[in-house]
């Protein structure tokens, strides 16, 4: 399950240093990248600007990304990931405060897999973080790579 990466789309600092450790705390151990806007995003999973050169066809097993982003928002990151092929089918959730029905609605109308607002008590944070890992990296089933 180690080989099983997971990209983390978050620019808050507090917040990733929190979901860092609610992985650790619910004994997810895989590997986990970071990037802190949208625009980074979408560089690593293209393998374009500071990723170029990375193998964009290694694409991770669960993404969770926030929805207020500098430079490219969360909701243009997904549509981009749901438009390319080698990225369509790749498990999306979004993990943001965001209580905006309209940011749901348009996360899900976008093909998001699940959306999760995060919750404030750190104890239901890592609850929530480590049925997340339990159920996209252990349970599901990965979709057939896109050839």
């Known amino acids: 399950m180690k080989d099983k990466t997971i990209l983390l789309i978050e620019d808050n600092p507090s917040d990733i240093e929190l979901t860092r450790r609610a992985l650790e705390k619910g004994h997810v151990l895989n590997d986990l990248v970071v990037v802190s806007d949208g625009q980074e995003a979408l560089d690593y999973l293209f393998g374009t600007g500071a990723y170029a050169g ?7 097993t669960l993404t969770l990304l926030d929805l207020k982003l500098p430079k490219v928002s969360g909701l243009e990151v997904l549509r981009r990931i749901r438009i ?11 993990l943001t405060s965001s209580r905006e029905e309209q940011d749901m609605a348009a996360s899900y109308d976008l093909g998001v897999n699940s959306y999760i ?8 944070f890592v609850q929530s973080v480590a049925q997340l890992g339990l159920y996209w990296l252990v349970l599901n089933e990965e979709p057939p790579k896109v050839k």
């Open 54 to 60: 990375r193998d964009a066809s290694d694409v991770p």
């Open 117 to 124: 607002r995060k919750p404030v008590d750190f104890g239901h």
């Open 84 to 94: 390319e092929m080698a990225t369509r089918r790749m498990p999306v959730v979004i």
